[in-house]
């Protein structure tokens, strides 16, 4: 009777100890980037003209050369990721303009 029950504890432990290893773990994981939301063309399309909607930019965070030259969104602003800093100036004063940034995607 005893050996039956040292078994089974036993058994009873490899079980647990295997649907353990098997539980998910959830964890909420910080996104990497600094964006409100990430939208599609659909979004950006009723924005994408000349002239542009009052209270929206839409900027080009790719390079000048060749990438902006070569082809953009009509009307939208060239200010290259690498070069933020120094041209952020170009960004509208009324903090309430909806900003639409785009790019390659991540690299």
């Known amino acids: ?26 964890t909420t994981e910080k996104p990497d980037w600094k964006f409100h939301s990430i939208v599609d063309e659909s979004f950006v399309r009723p924005y994408a003209m000349v002239p542009q909607p009052k209270g929206v930019m839409i900027v080009d965070s790719r390079a000048y ?21 120094e041209q952020k100036g170009k960004l509208p004063e009324d903090k309430n303009t909806l900003l639409i940034f785009y790019c390659e995607g991540a690299t």
């Open 1 to 26: 009777m005893n050996s039956r029950v040292v078994r089974f504890t036993v058994g009873l432990t490899f079980l647990l100890a295997i649907a353990a290893g098997c539980a998910t773990v959830q």
């Open 65 to 85: 050369k060749p990438k902006y030259v070569n082809g953009h969104i009509p009307g939208s602003v060239c200010i290259p990721d690498s070069q933020f800093e």
